[in-house]
């Protein structure tokens, strides 16, 4: 299997940061949205973020121009997404959306191609019922900020192939990632362990036990770039929202109680890129 133009389908807080790391690796990249607005967005994000690592000397000026002129967008699958060998969903978690996309990605792309899912912690067996080449599919998991973030969780789906994940581990490995092997279970490891304890910081808000910059005062002085509402903000309110409501259906219904998150996302207080969530954000 070789993987020599990639597809990213959504080009949100994920996305543009997949379709980044990818075309830094040397790759062609299709990044795909259904506005044009969107992939504009997208485009000068992955240009700032270019322009800051070239600033500090991790990558040429050069490389700059080169890396952003790797990165075509458009706003439909079938057009975009044409002639790859490897496509990566990484639309809201929802599964009505993301079963779309699949679908849509599986109409126009070659028996040989792998799709991936940046799923954060829905079942890729759950996911792999939209798509007839499940041996081809499997989840592709980057953590926020993916140019930053070196760990990708490959998950092994009931069919996916053996060669399938050895193919994905591979080429994670020669992009520079560090990719880890991971059942297909509910949160996969990494959402799995935090999953409490984003139910857990939630209720300490619905409660008012303590005030979110308190907590997280806690947590940098322990040396974390970010404490756990910073990093709910950063990840994003609407996503956290999505995976709690998950867990409740999946795992259990305590995952259900908390509230402020639920007010914060009614309110459109999304987190960093709504300029509100716990915090205001400039
Ligand atoms: N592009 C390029 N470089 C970036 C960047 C971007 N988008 N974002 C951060 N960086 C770089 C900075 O340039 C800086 O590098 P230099 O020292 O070379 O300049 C380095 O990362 C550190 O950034 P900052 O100094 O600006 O700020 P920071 O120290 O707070 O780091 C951070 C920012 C990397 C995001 C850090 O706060 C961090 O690691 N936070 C935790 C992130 C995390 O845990 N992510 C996982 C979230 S969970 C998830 O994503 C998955 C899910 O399923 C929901």
Known sequence: MKFEKVAVVGAGEMGHGIAEVFAL?????????????????AKSRIADSLKHMASRGRIKP?????????????????EGA???????EAVP?????????LK?????????????????SILISELSQFLSRKDRFLGTHFFNPPVVMKLVEVVKGPETSD??????????????????????SVGFIVNRIEGPELLYFCLLVDRGLAKPSEVDAFFRSQGLPMGPYELMDYVGLDVVQELLKY?????????????TIGDLVSKGYLGMKAGRGFYEWE
Do not use: F, H, W
């Open 93 to 101: 978690e929802r599964i009505d959306v993301k079963s779309q996309v």
């Open 247 to 259: 867990y409740a259906a999946k795992l259990s219904k305590d995952y259900g109680k908390c509230r």
């Open 62 to 78: 050069e490389q700059v121009d080169q890396v952003l002129s790797r990165i075509s967008t458009y706003t439909s699958i079938e």
């Open 163 to 184: 060669a399938t994940v050895d193919a994905v581990m591979e080429l994670m490995k020669s992009i520079g990632k560090v990719p880890v092997r991971v059942k297909d």
């Open 25 to 41: 690796a040397g790759l062609p990249v299709s990044l795909i949205d259904v506005k044009q607005d969107i992939l504009d967005r």
């Open 104 to 120: 849509a990605l599986e109409a126009v792309l070659s028996p040989d191609a792998v799709i991936g899912t940046n799923t954060s």
């Open 82 to 88: 044409r002639g790859v060998d490897l496509a990566i």
